[in-house]
């Protein structure tokens, strides 16, 4: 039982590794001046991609970590992301890189980001400003993530041409098609100036970002339960042997090849699960 445990738990690892293995963070620049709409607040920093290790981007992902700090309150909590766009061009300007038109490698909608809204700090609104009416998608009418045009308010009628992401909260782009990263600069603005960059975590990854599927991790998580119980009971019978009842183990008690029905990567041993088509 062991065994099977030892097997369950690296199925989990694997399926978080697999997303993040190839992830790697990369270090901005501030560039001088702001630019962004009415009013104009927006700090634009700067990452070269180069020279981070990584040959061609699939995917990037800008995460708050600002433990609580970043942006206002409410729906405006968090990291508020103007823009973020790629391009070759060097700006060690903001309205220089607001001028930039970006390679065409982002879908802004919801086909192409994913937005792991993060918490709001009191007064609670019903969704964070720039997600859509299920507060679960980015709303790119609003944030407008190719344009670095946020109007730097918090009032309503007035704020616009941004999304914030919520304490703790996360946007990942998966790029339409790979572009390599030689001469690649990141440009990413933050609206109101005001430190969240800093309290941020922006990673590129060569591979597309996925979904774990809810109902296999649940499985696993059964699984581990349901071994859990047995290894319980086994020890409160002192190890006596009890046949029946050890065939008549819950259903879920199995191979977890069979739990999870995975789809194994050709000519290897690793197991990959199908993500929600959400990215
Ligand atoms: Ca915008
Ligand atoms: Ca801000």
Known sequence: MARLESRLAALVVGTVMSTAVHALPVTLTKLTGVTGGVPAATAVYRAELGAIGIMEILSLSIRDVSGGFGGAAGQFSGFDLDAAILSN?????????AGLSGLPVFDYLPSGTIFNAG?????????????DASGTEVDDIVATLGI?????????PGA?????????????????????SAG????????GDNGEVAGSAIDVSDRAATIPEPSALALVAMALSCCSWMRLRSQARGGRRDRNRRNTAPAMCMDPATVLNPRPILSTTRFEYRATSKE
């Open 89 to 97: 061009v060097f700006c060690a300007s903001a309205a220089c890189a």
């Open 119 to 131: 918490a709001q700090r009191p007064p609670f609104d019903a969704k964070l400003f720039g997600s």
């Open 184 to 191: 690649l600069f990141l440009y990413i603005g933050e609206v």
């Open 148 to 156: 670095f045009d946020g109007n730097a308010t918090t009032v309503i």
């Open 160 to 180: 616009d041409g941004f999304i914030s992401l919520g304490d703790f909260g996360q946007v990942i782009f998966n790029l339409v098609s790979p572009v390599s």
